[in-house]
């Protein structure tokens, strides 16, 4: 709804950022990104293989302030913290979803016209360089995985097979231009295409979706920034935030969401844009690698509520190349996270 692998946690050199106390910019990041070159391509690319990955270390996602990007560790522990975990359940496991894929379209992607059939008034407006091969939801890993759908090709899944009553979120990324594309429902048919719900963000800007406008997510967010990446892991760092989805959520929202989508009023139920940080004592060192790295960034960065859906669910995409930990993450529970706040005089970065 709405490989054997070798490396060491380096110590990030932060700084705090003048304007906000509770800005803590990663500038080993920054660093990293200026000294990168983009990679030039002249096709769309899958985000699962080699060239994906040089791309993507390039791309910065958001200004450094942005509330993606920064570091919570040291953010104040929410009053009705522990009131709030209950409600969504202290004993339910972390989940891990291998859900979310993109494409990479080159600057010159062809636009083509996508039409809006449910939230039109709350959308952006096309064309959008929505490619052939753009993939759906879960595509290819989540249906690989399963026997029942492992026999389906991409333009199955594209025109709504196992099911059309499916979130089927759709993820284009322009890289060069910082621009992202994402789409609610995003369904081929022999017509063209078709979704639910379309927004663009700027990923050079701060700037947010209108207040009160959804995304294709509840929250009014997007996703892409979110999702844990095959090189992000291989290179030992998510330097984000993550995504995470509740069942039961509030009717209301907070910075950086724009949109709720619950008719219920109970205070410890946590809001959209809601932050979750793993307790810092929660010890990682009995995890493999690739799990360790997103305790870690969940540590640091902690996740925001983007959905309703799955409790304790966070988003990692459908690349073959990750290993399956849903089993692994299970051993985390709801009691291993605490609700964090801007501390007192935090300033929302400005576009």
């Known amino acids: 709804m709405r490989f054997f ?30 000294s990168t070159a983009m990679p030039s391509f002249d096709e769309p690319i899958s985000f699962d293989n080699e060239k994906a990955d040089s791309i993507l270390a390039a791309l910065e996602t958001f200004p450094p302030d942005n509330s993606w990007n920064i570091s919570v ?29 993109f494409v990479l379209v080159p600057p010159n992607q062809k636009r083509i016209d996508v039409r809006i059939d449910s939230y039109s008034d709350e959308s952006d407006k096309g064309p959008f360089p929505v490619p052939p091969q753009t993939p759906i ?39 060069v231009n910082r621009k992202l594309y994402e789409f609610y429902r995003l369904t081929k048919t022999d017509a063209g295409w078709t979704a639910a719900q379309a927004s663009i963000f ?19 967010l997007p996703v892409f920034p979110a999702v844990v990446r ?23 929202y907070v910075y950086p969401a724009t949109h709720f989508a619950s008719n219920k009023k109970d205070e410890n139920l ?40 799955i409790d304790w669910a966070v988003s990692v995409s459908p690349d073959d190349r990750i ?4 089993e692994e993450l299970r051993k985390v529970k709801g009691s291993d ?14 576009d």
């Open 5 to 34: 692998l070798s490396f060491s946690f380096f110590l990030i050199t932060t700084f705090a950022c003048a304007d906000s106390p509770g800005v803590t910019i990663n500038k080993t990041r920054l660093d990293r990104l200026k």
């Open 73 to 101: 560790d040291s953010w104040p522990v929410a009053a009705n913290s522990a009131a709030m975990i209950a409600s969504i359940g202290s004993d339910k496991p972390l989940r891990c979803n291998a859900d979310m894929a």
């Open 137 to 175: 939801e879960g595509w290819p890993a989540s249906y690989k995985r399963d026997e029942a759908t492992r026999h389906l090709t991409l333009d199955d899944v594209q025109r709504g097979k196992p099911s059309l009553d499916a979130d089927r979120h759709g993820i284009v990324v322009d890289p």
């Open 202 to 220: 700027d990923l050079a800007s701060n700037k947010l979706r209108p207040d009160g406008w959804t995304s294709s997510d509840a929250a009014g």
């Open 230 to 252: 095959y090189d992000e892991l291989k290179r030992g760092k998510v330097e984000h935030a993550l995504r995470v989805t509740f069942k039961n959520t509030r009717r209301a």
């Open 270 to 309: 946590p809001r959209m844009g809601e932050r979750f940080r793993l307790r810092k004592d929660f010890d990682t060192s009995r995890f493999s690698p690739f799990a360790k790295v997103i305790l870690e960034a969940l540590k640091t960065y902690g996740m925001l509520n983007a959905d309703n859906g």
């Open 323 to 326: 290993p399956a930990m849903h």
């Open 337 to 350: 996270f605490e609700v964090v706040v801007p501390p007192p005089g935090y300033v929302p970065p400005k």
